[in-house]
């Protein structure tokens, strides 16, 4: 099958060796000459993984063009960019063509789950359903082949099936999934999550601490993915539960690297004064708060790390709130 990938960066390429040691004919487009060159000419992508070889037969190239007869579109770019890479795919695509997408968030002004954004942005003529590739995975160990299991999201289950077996093989296992709504929301809510446990460890905070808030932080991804119409056996998979473990306990996360550097320094200041990386969890922790205020719907920790990243709040006293809440019973708190 022939596999166009938009993204040269650590997602798209590493996806793109799974699919090409499964044998599929796959080409990564890539705006930065550098990286295409690299996977093109030497079978690396150094700007992303250092000395590792990727498979000999995927390939790489700055020509939007060459992609328009793919079969498959795997969209491999930040959530700011769906729907701008999204609306190219109009001018190119030349049939219905099944698109993945592997980014995790929320569109940053409409709030619109990132299904929806690519529903709303490509013509349906050109495309036969969307899938979302999502769950617990980090791309440093995806293309070193380590052992993986994610979801193929989609209320289209004909297509999530295809998805399943491109990808699926000894080192990487895909499970289908049609809760597009718990399973999008609980990946994107877990980034937020995922801040906030960088924060503790930032703090010097020990093991008590950690597992008290991914608990609670589950508690406010359901309580959240429920209230928009998901379900609630969802956030105890891989797109819940599974996401949120993988993001709040390696160093590999970016969005555990900003809580970090957050709690360190006991502010946000310095993470915005030096980061250059996009941190998804920073970007949620603005939607999530706006809707949930509006919405009416309780999320503690979302709202501290809100406080803490957009007003200035310290990491300490964001803590010291959260403890000393009003006391309820833990049951029947989603």
């Not at 915005?272 to 920073?282: A, L, P, S």
């Not at 706006?290 to 300490?316: D, F, H, R």
Request: charged share 20%; with cysteine; net charge negative.
């Amino acid at each position: 099958m022939k596999i166009g990938i938009l993204g040269s960066g650590s997602w798209g390429t590493a996806l793109g060796n799974v699919l090409a040691d499964n044998g599929h004919e796959v080409l990564i487009w890539g705006r930065k000459l550098d990286e295409v060159v690299d996977i093109h000419l030497h079978g690396y992508n150094e700007a992303y993984f250092p000395g590792v070889k990727l498979n000999d037969d995927l390939d790489a190239t700055t020509d939007l063009e060459r992609l328009n007869d793919a079969d498959v579109m795997l969209l491999a770019v930040p959530t700011g960019a769906v729907e701008e890479v999204s609306k190219q795919l109009n001018d190119i695509l030349e049939k219905p063509t099944l698109i993945i997408n592997v980014a995790k968030g929320f569109h940053p002004v409409t709030h619109e789950l990132l299904m929806d954004v690519i529903k709303n942005s490509v013509d349906q003529s050109k495309r036969s359903a969307v899938v979302s590739l999502i769950g617990p995975s980090h791309a440093e160990e995806v293309v070193e082949r380590g052992l993986t299991v994610i979801n193929a999201v989609s209320d289209d289950e004909e297509a999530a099936v295809i998805v399943q077996n491109l990808f699926s093989n000894n080192y990487f296992r895909v499970y289908t999934n049609t809760d597009t709504i718990g399973a999008q929301i609980g990946v994107a809510i877990k980034n937020i999550i995922a801040v906030a446990s960088g924060v503790l460890s930032g703090l010097g905070l020990g093991d008590n601490a950690k597992a008290a808030l991914m608990t609670r932080g589950l508690a406010e991804m359901t309580r959240y993915g429920v209230a928009h119409g998901g379900q609630a056996e969802t956030f105890l998979g891989l797109c819940g539960v599974g996401d949120l473990i993988v993001t709040c306990t390696s160093p590999h996360s970016r969005n555990f690297q900003a809580g970090y550097s957050i709690g360190k320094n006991n502010s946000a200041k310095h993470f915005f004064d030096n980061n250059t990386k996009t941190v998804e969890g920073v970007f949620a922790a603005k939607v999530v708060h706006e809707v949930a205020k509006e919405k009416n719907i309780s999320m503690p920790i979302t709202e501290q790390v809100y406080l803490v990243v957009y007003e200035g709040k310290s990491p300490s006293e964001a803590i010291s709130d959260l403890m000393e809440r009003d006391l309820k019973a833990e049951n029947n708190s989603f």
